[in-house]
């Protein structure tokens, strides 16, 4: 396309040359083959239960758009009571809903840190944690990941450099890439000295925790203490919910304009949640099921790949190293049936890409074992 002698849309193409070069080329590749790749974690997604509490929704008129911000006419039923439970769920003061937990993190990070205070990340934060650091008020520094004293030591040199604010912790109890988790109470301890914890428990949520309640669940309720929870994993929605202090969730509908400034999540999530909510509660097999799903997968991995360290949760990263090699063996893993995607920096840290293996209910236990057969038959040799 020409225009006035220039070509505007150069700078894109060439911009995707270049990563198509590098084996970075990023596509949208629809599903086919055994789940192993999604975050569906209990398989709530097909939900039998969450379908029919959303057809009777419907039936009752429950609108499928809540057609305006929640401050004007995007306020319905289904969401405030939504949140209720939740909040009693969670044992925190309150929740808030948000279209999902990208949006919730970005919110929460650019709204409650105040100028002065100071934003300290996990050097492993999801990138929605990141963007909001960046576009926050707070100071940002990061820390090396699961690494309390080295976070101890970032806050000891700030304060000595006369700071007062808050400082606001934030990490996740599971992490997305990796599958390892936070050391949530020595964090605690520091937050408690020094401010806040924010834990994003988007991969913990259903999964960890008393009926799922979280790897925060026992924090849940302190006034310094802000959780996220996303409804679009293991809760088999889309959406997710930001729990903590009375003070903060109002604090958050007043001054947070993702919220302020965007149409409400659709009631009929809200009614999805609430369900997924009940079945957590009603149906603690499935937690156990996912747990022994996550030691056969170990198990078999012992047997064939034994070089290969594993995460002990749900996610397992598969570290190949070089992308092109991932790449090459994602493609050959899923031409035997199974979706399993390959991972590349930038999402992760360079020379560490991987194939994100994610078990979930949806892949039955034929299939866990096949799979460790076949990853050892197509492992490269590097
Ligand atoms: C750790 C973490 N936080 C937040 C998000 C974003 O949540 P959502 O997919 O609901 O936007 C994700 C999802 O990829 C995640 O892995």
């Not at 992490?175 to 050391?183: E, H, L, Q, T």
């Not at 991969?203 to 925790?209: Q, S």
């Amino acid at each position: 396309m020409e225009q006035g002698g220039m070509d505007r849309l150069a700078f894109y193409r060439r911009d995707l040359e270049a990563l198509s070069h590098a084996s970075r080329l990023r596509r949208l590749n629809a599903r086919r083959g055994v789940d192993f790749s999604s975050n569906d974690y209990l398989g709530l997604a097909q939900s039998v239960r969450i379908r029919d509490a959303v057809a009777a929704a419907l039936d009752r008129g429950v609108p499928v758009g809540a057609a305006g911000s929640r401050l004007l006419r995007g306020e319905t039923e289904a969401q405030a009571e939504f949140e209720d439970a939740a909040a009693a769920f969670f044992g925190a003061e309150a929740a808030l809903g948000f279209g999902g937990g990208y949006v919730a993190n970005f919110a929460v990070i650019t709204t409650l840190p105040q100028r002065g205070d100071l934003l300290l990340m996990d050097a492993l934060s999801h990138a929605s944690t990141q963007e909001g650091a960046r576009a926050g008020r707070a100071e940002m520094a990061t820390f090396r990941h699961g690494d309390v004293g080295y976070a101890e030591d970032v806050i000891t040199k700030w304060r000595g450099a006369g700071h007062r604010g808050a400082v606001w912790i934030a990490v996740e109890s599971l992490y997305s890439m990796d599958g390892d988790r936070a050391p949530l109470d020595d964090l605690m301890r520091l937050a408690d000295t020094h401010g806040f914890l924010l834990v994003d428990e988007a991969h913990a949520t259903g999964v960890f925790g008393p009926a799922g309640r979280g790897l925060a669940h026992h924090l849940e309720g302190r006034g310094n203490v802000v959780t996220l929870h996303t409804l679009g994993k293991a809760m088999g929605g889309s959406g997710a919910l930001i729990c903590g202090a009375r003070v903060l969730v109002d604090f958050l509908i007043n001054r947070c304009r993702p919220f302020i400034f965007a149409t409400a999540p659709s009631p009929l999530m809200a009614v999805a949640g609430q369900e997924a909510l009940a079945i957590l509660r009603d149906e603690p097999w499935r937690q156990a099921a996912l747990q022994d799903r996550v030691a056969l997968f170990a198990s078999q991995m012992a047997r064939h790949l034994p070089q290969v360290p594993l995460s002990g949760s749900q996610i397992v990263p598969l570290i190949v190293g070089p992308d092109a090699a991932t790449m090459d063996l994602a493609a050959k893993v899923q031409a035997r049936g199974f979706d399993i995607r390959g991972i590349r920096p930038p999402t992760v840290p360079e020379g560490t890409a991987r194939l994100r293996v994610s078990l979930t209910l949806n892949a039955p236990e034929a299939e866990v074992i096949r799979l460790a057969g076949v990853l050892e038959e197509l492992w490269p040799d590097l």
